[in-house]
């Protein structure tokens, strides 16, 4: 089974956040791990290196739990979706 880790860069568009945090099944959907950086356009990055598999994840923007517009969704157990990415 091959598990090389691929580098894969999140962003979300949120020039009005205060925080956002990248959160997700690779980091057991902590809310405080993997805080984001903003750059000059307001868009908000964070660089992983995931595993081949799927993973689930959201941002949470300013403690909202918002989706990647960008990015394909799934139904999650609480009613509501989250993005996925197939690696």
């Not at 997700?24 to 598999?53: R, Y």
């Amino acid at each position: 089974m091959n598990q090389r880790a691929k580098r894969i860069e999140f962003k979300v568009f949120a020039p009005q956040a205060e925080k956002v945090y990248l959160c997700g099944s690779f980091n057991n959907w902590s809310e405080s791990s993997d805080p984001m950086k903003k750059d000059s356009t307001g868009t908000w990055k964070k660089i992983k290196m995931l595993s081949e598999g799927i993973h689930e994840y959201k941002y949470l923007v300013d403690g909202d739990w918002t989706l990647d517009p960008e990015c394909r969704t799934t139904p999650n157990e609480f009613g509501t979706e989250n993005n996925v990415v197939y690696l």
